[in-house]
Nanobody
Framework: QVQLVESGGGLVQAGGSLRLSCAAS????????MGWYRQAPGKQRELVAA???????NYADSVKGRFTISRDNAKNTVYLQMNSLKPEDTAVYYC??????????????WGQGTLVTVSS
């Protein structure tokens, strides 16, 4: 059993900042890539940012220069620092992890989602 537990969402004014956290727990042998996705009402889920176990990152063009993804491998935790937030960043943010279980099986795990609302 593996769980991804997210925290840090909420309501913020435009120009403000939030920091999301996502901790993975359970029968985890290792975690490859971790990432954050978001889904706004009426839109498809999209990749926001991702980070490999070695620390390589990639970002959606819409968040480059404003968001920073990082991870703590010892804690199986990924973070998303979001600065200069815009109303268009409003969405449910989901954590994703590419996990290898102790028995060797791969698992594409998702968190339950955390709502970020940016007011204008």
């Amino acid at each position: 059993q593996v769980q991804l537990v997210e925290s840090g969402g909420g309501l913020v004014q435009a120009g403000g900042s939030l920091r999301l956290s996502c901790a993975a727990s359970g029968s985890i042998f290792s975690i490859n890539a971790m990432g954050w996705y978001r889904q706004a009402p009426g839109k498809q889920r999209e990749l926001v940012a991702a980070i490999t176990s070695g620390g390589s990152t990639n970002y959606a063009d819409s968040v480059k220069g404003r968001f920073t993804i990082s991870r703590d491998n010892a804690k199986n935790t990924v973070y998303l620092q979001m600065n200069s937030l815009k109303p268009e960043d409003t969405a449910v943010y989901y954590c994703n992890a590419d996990i290898v279980l102790f028995r060797g099986s791969p698992l594409d795990a998702w968190g339950q989602g955390t709502l970020v609302t940016v007011s204008s």
